[in-house]
C-alpha cells in the first residue's frame, strides 16, 4: 500500500513562490511509479496540476499551471516536488499528490485515474 505524504502548503502573497514536498511509501520495490499533482479549490472539481513519469524524464503539466509550475522527483528519497512561481490568487486550492504504478509517460490526467492520494495541503495566495 504506498503511502504519501505532502508538506510545504501555506499563505504567499500573489507573484510569490512556494514548493510542496510528497514522500512516498510502500510503493513498488523497482519503484516504477508515476507521481503527480491535483488541486481542488472550495467548490470546484478537482484539477489536475501536472505528472511525471516513473523516471523523470517526462512530465505533463495543466494548462493553467504550464509555464508557471515544476514539477521534479528524486528517486532516491522516493519524493516528488512541484515548485511553484508567479502564483496568483486563482491558485488558491488544496494541493493533492497523486501516484500510479505505471510504465506510461503520461500515467494520468483524471482523478479517476489515480490509484493513491495525499491527505491534501493548503495553498492560499493573498492578492
Known amino acids: ?7 510545504g502548503g501555506g499563505l504567499v502573497q500573489a507573484g510569490g513562490s ?3 514536498s510528497c514522500a512516498a511509501s510502500g510503493g513498488p520495490s523497482d519503484n516504477v511509479i508515476a507521481m503527480g499533482w ?3 479549490a472550495r467548490g470546484q472539481e478537482r484539477e489536475f496540476v501536472g505528472v511525471t513519469s516513473w523516471t523523470g524524464r517526462t512530465t505533463y503539466y495543466g ?5 508557471r509550475f ?3 522527483r528524486d528517486n532516491g528519497e522516493n519524493t516528488v516536488f512541484l515548485q511553484m512561481n508567479s502564483l496568483k490568487p486563482e491558485d488558491t486550492a488544496v494541493y493533492y499528490c497523486a501516484a500510479r504504478p505505471s510504465r506510461s509517460a503520461r500515467a494520468f ?7 493513491y492520494w495525499g ?3 493548503q495553498v492560499t495566495v493573498s492578492s
Not at 494548462?63 to 509555464?67: A, D, I
Not at 490526467?109 to 490509484?115: A, C, N
Open 1 to 7: 500500500q504506498v503511502q504519501l505524504v505532502e508538506s
Open 18 to 20: 512556494l514548493k510542496l
Open 38 to 40: 491535483f488541486r481542488q
Open 63 to 67: 494548462e493553467s499551471v504550464r509555464g
Open 70 to 72: 515544476t514539477i521534479s
Open 109 to 115: 490526467s483524471k482523478p479517476l485515474e489515480v490509484d
Open 119 to 121: 491527505q491534501g495541503t
